[in-house]
C-alpha cells in the first residue's frame, strides 16, 4: 500500500532555526533569538498542501509575451523598465524568506538570473529611448510646428550644404563658402534664389484661393467622351483604397446630372466635378494640361468654400460627407494646400461623428443594408485619410479606438447590393470584392494609429522594443496583403492597387525607425532600423511600373510629397554617410555597387524633382539640394573641395530651374517679365513658406 503524505494540520509561524533548538519564536523578521545568536532567520511558507519545490526555467522576461492577448498595436505598449522582473517572479513563486533555505540551486540560479537583469537593464538598448516631443525637438516655421517625425533626426551629413544655403541668403557666420572661387557662387545663388521665388509668387497669382472671391457652381465639366474616361479611371485607381460611393448608385446620379445638368443638386453636381479630376491626375493630356488644370483648381476651391460655407442640411449628410473626402483627396492629388489637410480632417471627423458615424448602425433605428454599408466604408476611408494627414503634419491623429465603434465593411461587390436589399451575404475574406483593398488597409490601422501616438504623443516613449514589435507587425500586414493581391491579380488587382497599398502602410516605417537609425553609425544595435529605413525608401522612390501611379507622384502634394520627401532624405544621408566612410576607411577607389545604387537613386530623384516643377511644382530647393548631395559624394570620392562642388552644383541647378519656371509663365496670359522686379520675394511672411522648407532636409540647424 502506497504511503500518503501527511498533511500539516497547522501552518508553522516560528523561525526554522528556533524550530530546530525548540525554543520559542517571537515571529519577528528577524526574531530576537536569532538576532542574539547572529544567525540566519527565514521562515518556511505555509501551504495545505504538501512542500514541493520544482525547479523551473527562469523567464527573462518578455514585455511582449507577458499577455500574449493583448496585441501591442491596441493596448498601450508596456516597457519592459516600468514592470521589472523580480527573482521571486522569475523562479519558482516563492516568498523570499524561504528562496534560501528550501533549495540552495534554486537561490543560485536566481542570484544569476538577477545579474543578467540588471546587465540588460543597463545596457545601451534600455538606455537609449525617444519622447514624443519633447521641448528641444519642436521647430517652429514661420507658424507652424514641426514635430518629431517631421524632423526625421538626421544631422552632419548635410551640414555643408546648409552653410552653402545660409551664405547664399546671407545669414552665415562668415567663415565658410568666402574663398575667391566661391564667393561670387554665392552671390548669384543667392540672386537666383530671389529670381525663382518672384517667379513662384506670379505663378500662384492666379489660383483661385489667392484672393477673396465667391463660390461659382455654374461651371460645366469637360466634353462627355473625356468626362467618362475620367471617371471610369478614378474607379479602377482610387476607390478600391478609399471607399466614397457605391458605384452602382453614382452612375445613375452621374447620368441624371447629364440628363439635366441645371436640375442637378449643388452636392451631386460637386462630387461628379470632383470625381472628374480625381481620374485626370491619372492621364497625360498633353497640351491641354496647363488649361484642364486650372479648371480643376477651381473645381476644388468651389468645393472647398462650399464646405466652409453655413452649415446647411444638404452638408450634414452622407453626400456632404462624400464631397468632403474627396475634396481632401482632390487638395493632397494636386497641391492644392495639401500640407494643412491635418486641419481639415479635423473637420471631417466631427462632422462625421456628428451624423453618427462612429457608431455601429447597429447602435442606431433601422436603416437599410446599404446605408449601413456605406457608413462603415465612409468611416474606415475617414480613419485613413486622417491616420495619413497626422503622419504627414507629425500631428496627433485625434481619433483613438475608445471614441468608436463602427464595424469593418462587408466583404461585397457594390453590385450585390442596392436600396432594395434586406439581408447581405458576405464574402469570405480571402475572396475578392471591390472592398477587399480597404479590408487589407483596416486590418493595419490599429498598428499604424499606435505608430502615431507614439511618435507624435505628447507624453509618449519609444523605446526600441516598440519599434521592433510594431515594425513586424507592419512588415507582417503588407505580406498579408501583398499575398491576397497576387493571388486575385487576374481578379482585378493592378499595379496601381499594390503601388498604392504599399505606400499607405509602409511609409509609416521611415519616421518610426528613422530615430534609432541615425544612431547605427555609433551603435550597431541600431543596424538593423538603418536597413529599414533604407530598404524602404528605395522602395517608394522606385515602385513598380505604372503610368498612372509615376503621374501621381509627380504632380501629388500632401501624402503624395511627403512620403518621396522622407525617402529622398534617407538615401541622401546613406549616400553621402557611405561614401565618408569609404573615404575614411580609405577604400574610395575600390567599385561599391552599393554606393553607384545609391547615387543613381539620387539622380533619379533629381529627374522626379524636375519633372514636378514642369507639372506646377513651385519648390526650387529639392532640386537643388539633391543635385548638391551628389555633387558633395563625388567631390568626396575626388578629394577635392566639397565647398566648390556644393557652390557650383547649385548654382547650376537655380539656372536650370529658372528656365523652367520661366517656360512655364511665358504660357500665362498677362505675364510681363519686367514685373519680376516690382515683388521683393522678402517682402512677405509667406516668403520661403512651405515651398522651401530646411527643417526636413536639415532639422538640427533650428531654421525658422
Known amino acids: 500500500m502506497e504511503r500518503q503524505t501527511r498533511r500539516r494540520r497547522r501552518p508553522a509561524l516560528s523561525c526554522l532555526e528556533c524550530r530546530r533548538r525548540k525554543i520559542k519564536c517571537d515571529r519577528n523578521e528577524p526574531c530576537t533569538n536569532c538576532i542574539s545568536t547572529r544567525s540566519r532567520c527565514s521562515f518556511e511558507p505555509y501551504s495545505n498542501d504538501p512542500v514541493q519545490v520544482t525547479r523551473q526555467q527562469p523567464q527573462l522576461g518578455n514585455a511582449w509575451s507577458s499577455n500574449p492577448a493583448v496585441s501591442p498595436s491596441v493596448a498601450p505598449i508596456a516597457n519592459p523598465r516600468d514592470t521589472p522582473v523580480t527573482p521571486v517572479e522569475s523562479g519558482a513563486g516563492l516568498p523570499n524568506r524561504a528562496i534560501d533555505v528550501v533549495n540552495p540551486d534554486i537561490r543560485n540560479l536566481l542570484q544569476r538570473v538577477q545579474k543578467l537583469e540588471d546587465a540588460s537593464a543597463s545596457s545601451r538598448v534600455h538606455e537609449l529611448s525617444e519622447a514624443g516631443i519633447q521641448d528641444s525637438q519642436i521647430t517652429l516655421n514661420k507658424t507652424r510646428m514641426l514635430g518629431s517625425s517631421h524632423r526625421l533626426g538626421w544631422s552632419g551629413e548635410f551640414a555643408n550644404i546648409w552653410e552653402c544655403y545660409s551664405e547664399a541668403m546671407g545669414e552665415g557666420n562668415g567663415t565658410s563658402f568666402q574663398s575667391a572661387e ?24 492666379g489660383r483661385p484661393s489667392r484672393g477673396l472671391s465667391t463660390h461659382d457652381f455654374t461651371m460645366v465639366p469637360p466634353a462627355r467622351e473625356m468626362a467618362d474616361a475620367m471617371a471610369n479611371l478614378y474607379f479602377l485607381a482610387f476607390e478600391s483604397s478609399h471607399r466614397i460611393l457605391h458605384i452602382p448608385t453614382f452612375w445613375t446620379e452621374y447620368q441624371r446630372y447629364w440628363d439635366n445638368p441645371d436640375g442637378t443638386p449643388v452636392a451631386s453636381r460637386l462630387k461628379i466635378l470632383l470625381i472628374i479630376c480625381i481620374g485626370y491626375s491619372l492621364h497625360d493630356h498633353g497640351n491641354t494640361d496647363a488649361e484642364f488644370r486650372n479648371m480643376v483648381h477651381q473645381w476644388i476651391h468651389s468645393a472647398t468654400m462650399w464646405l466652409a460655407g453655413p452649415l446647411e442640411k444638404d452638408r450634414l449628410n452622407i453626400t456632404g460627407l462624400q464631397v468632403h473626402c474627396l475634396t481632401i483627396l482632390a487638395r493632397q492629388i494636386f497641391s492644392f494646400g495639401g500640407d494643412l489637410v491635418w486641419i481639415s480632417t479635423g473637420s471631417l471627423v466631427h462632422t462625421a461623428m456628428q451624423i453618427g458615424l462612429h457608431r455601429d448602425p447597429t447602435n442606431l433605428p433601422p436603416m ?41 465593411p462587408s466583404n461585397i461587390n457594390d453590385d450585390e447590393m442596392n436600396e432594395t436589399t434586406m439581408t447581405l451575404q458576405p464574402h469570405p475574406k480571402g475572396t475578392y470584392t471591390t472592398t477587399s483593398m480597404q479590408l487589407l488597409l483596416l486590418d ?11 511618435l507624435n504623443g505628447l507624453h509618449s516613449q519609444l ?50 525607425h528613422c530615430p534609432f537609425a541615425n544612431k547605427a553609425r555609433t551603435n550597431p544595435l541600431f543596424q538593423y532600423s538603418l536597413t529599414v529605413s533604407l530598404e524602404t525608401a528605395m522602395a517608394l522612390i522606385s515602385p513598380e511600373p505604372d503610368e498612372g501611379f509615376a503621374r501621381l507622384i509627380a504632380i501629388g502634394g500632401g501624402m503624395f510629397r511627403e512620403g518621396i520627401r522622407y525617402a529622398m532624405t534617407v538615401i541622401g544621408v546613406a549616400l553621402l554617410s557611405q561614401v565618408e566612410d569609404r573615404r575614411r576607411d580609405g577604400t574610395l577607389n575600390r567599385n561599391f555597387n552599393s554606393t553607384n545604387l545609391l ?68 504660357n500665362m496670359s498677362g505675364f510681363d517679365d519686367a514685373d519680376f522686379s516690382s515683388v521683393s520675394p522678402f517682402g512677405e511672411q509667406e516668403g520661403y513658406g512651405v515651398d522651401f522648407d530646411l527643417n526636413f532636409f536639415l532639422p538640427d540647424t533650428g531654421f525658422s
Open 182 to 205: 566661391t564667393r561670387p557662387l554665392i552671390v548669384e545663388i543667392g540672386e537666383l534664389l530671389q529670381k525663382c521665388k518672384v517667379i513662384s509668387r506670379a505663378l500662384k497669382v
Open 444 to 454: 493595419s490601422l490599429p498598428t499604424r494609429l499606435r505608430i502615431l501616438q507614439l
Open 463 to 512: 523605446s526600441y522594443l516598440d519599434v521592433l514589435a510594431l515594425s513586424t507587425e507592419i512588415t507582417d500586414a503588407y505580406r498579408a496583403c501583398s499575398n491576397f493581391m497576387k493571388e486575385h491579380e487576374t481578379a482585378g488587382v493592378t499595379a496601381f492597387h499594390r503601388n498604392m497599398t504599399y505606400y499607405l502602410v509602409c511609409r509609416f516605417l521611415i519616421p518610426l
Open 599 to 666: 547615387k543613381k537613386s539620387v539622380e533619379d530623384m533629381i529627374a522626379l524633382a524636375a519633372e514636378r516643377i514642369r507639372q506646377g511644382e513651385t519648390n526650387v530647393k529639392g532640386y537643388m539640394f539633391l543635385s548638391m548631395i551628389v555633387a558633395q559624394a563625388e567631390a568626396m570620392e575626388a578629394g577635392t573641395s566639397c565647398e566648390y562642388s556644393n557652390a557650383q552644383s547649385a548654382r547650376d541647378s537655380l539656372l536650370f530651374c529658372y528656365d523652367l519656371l520661366q517656360a512655364r509663365a511665358a
Open 368 to 408: 437599410s443594408v446599404l446605408q449601413v454599408e456605406l457608413r462603415r466604408r465612409l468611416w474606415a476611408t475617414i480613419l485613413e485619410l486622417v491616420m495619413q494627414a497626422s503622419l504627414d503634419r507629425a500631428m496627433p491623429p485625434r481619433i483613438s479606438f475608445d471614441e468608436f465603434d463602427t464595424a469593418a
